[in-house]
């Protein structure tokens, strides 16, 4: 018996057949996301405050995402070993990291293994840092007015600690120093629990950097004698901003969770509306207001644009300190 040969009706109906049923694995592992647990980078040391305030996000983002994620301490290079993994890593969303504000500056003055707007996703913006100058209590430093007159009389000789070359916490004290016309020692160290280390041991007459110096304040061990921000900190209303000291330096650096370049939208869109959910627990909000960290959100495509924008300030900012890279 000789069949009839298939119409072309018969043949587009199969074809499309066929088309869906290869698209459904996909479409399965997409809905299935996350079947596993997720690898989220802290750059910093384990015990200073960003790797606290990372990892209530990642306590919290697990409980809507039903996945552990794990926070994966990497710290040094300025924080940048975090990014130098994402360049390498699956876009499938499973490696996440969060990129300081040194992603911006840093290709500004040496080579890096990544390129910051290419090479990155940047899923959510969830906060920002206090940034503050810190001394010893019971030293001869009172004041920035002590600081400028001690250095001018005593050319090099101060020297301050900080969480790396070319982070906020670096290059802000560089900013001032140049305005008021003096030379600071800067002594670079992994995150802050080392920075903490050495300026409690004796080993350093400053340190710059994030609040994890609140508690050594509050104790009374240490003194903060100037912040960074645009105005004066609600739990430090009496310390002044080294801006309206008149050295027109302002530094905070907001961050969140990013990814490699190239994750499909629906993976982006997840992990956005998981970590954006984070910012109304209890939990998490409570953690950042032990560190003095203020709620900074923005969604994918304001955290791109916003990225954008940074890095080209940023350029003009370190060509102004004179650190750019020589070409």
């Known amino acids: ?14 074809a499309a057949a066929g088309a869906a049923s290869l698209a ?12 596993r647990p997720i690898k989220y980078i802290c750059p910093w040391p384990a015990g200073g405050s960003t790797d606290a305030v990372i990892r209530a996000f990642a306590e919290s983002a697990q409980k809507t995402l039903g996945q552990q994620i794990i926070v994966e301490n990497k710290p040094g290079a300025g924080g940048m070993l975090g ?11 499973y490696t996440l990291s969060q990129l300081p504000h040194g992603v911006f500056r840093i290709p500004h003055m040496q080579k890096t293994s990544f390129d910051t707007l290419s090479d990155f996703t940047w899923i959510a913006c969830l906060t920002g840092y206090t940034f503050g100058l810190v001394v010893p209590a019971d030293g001869p430093i009172k004041s920035i007015a002590d600081l400028v007159a001690y250095a001018k009389a005593n ?3 101060f020297n301050y600690g900080s969480t790396g070359t070319g982070t906020s916490p670096h290059l802000a004290v560089e900013e001032f120093a140049q305005r008021a016309g003096i030379t600071l020692n800067h002594v670079p160290f992994k995150g802050n ?12 007459m400053a ?3 994030a609040t ?7 104790s009374g061990k240490l003194k903060l004698i100037a912040t960074y921000g645009s105005k004066r900190t609600k739990r430090w209303p009496d310390v002044p901003t080294l801006d309206e000291l008149g050295y027109k330096t302002v530094s905070d650096s907001p961050f969140g969770v990013c990814g490699p370049k190239g994750m499909d939208p629906a993976l982006v869109r997840t992990l956005h509306d998981a970590f954006k959910k984070t910012l109304d627990d209890p939990a998490v909000l409570a953690t950042l207001e032990k560190f003095d960290q203020s709620v900074i959100y923005m969604d994918t495509a304001t955290y791109t644009k916003w990225a954008r924008e940074t890095y080209a300030a940023e350029k003009a900012t370190i060509e102004r300190l004179g650190m750019a890279m020589k070409s």
Do not use: C, Y
Not at 26 to 33: N, P, Y
Not at 212 to 218: C, D, F, L, N, T
């Open 193 to 204: 629990a080392d920075n903490m280390q050495a300026i409690l041991g004796g080993h350093t």
């Open 155 to 157: 050319p090099g000789k």
């Open 212 to 218: 994890g110096w609140a508690p050594h304040v509050a």
């Open 207 to 209: 340190a710059s950097d």
């Open 83 to 93: 990014a130098g993994e994402l360049v390498s890593a699956k876009h499938d969303g």
């Open 1 to 14: 018996m000789t069949r009839p040969l298939p119409t072309r009706r018969h043949v587009l109906t199969a």
């Open 24 to 35: 459904l694995p996909s479409l399965g592992l997409a809905q299935a996301f996350p079947s």
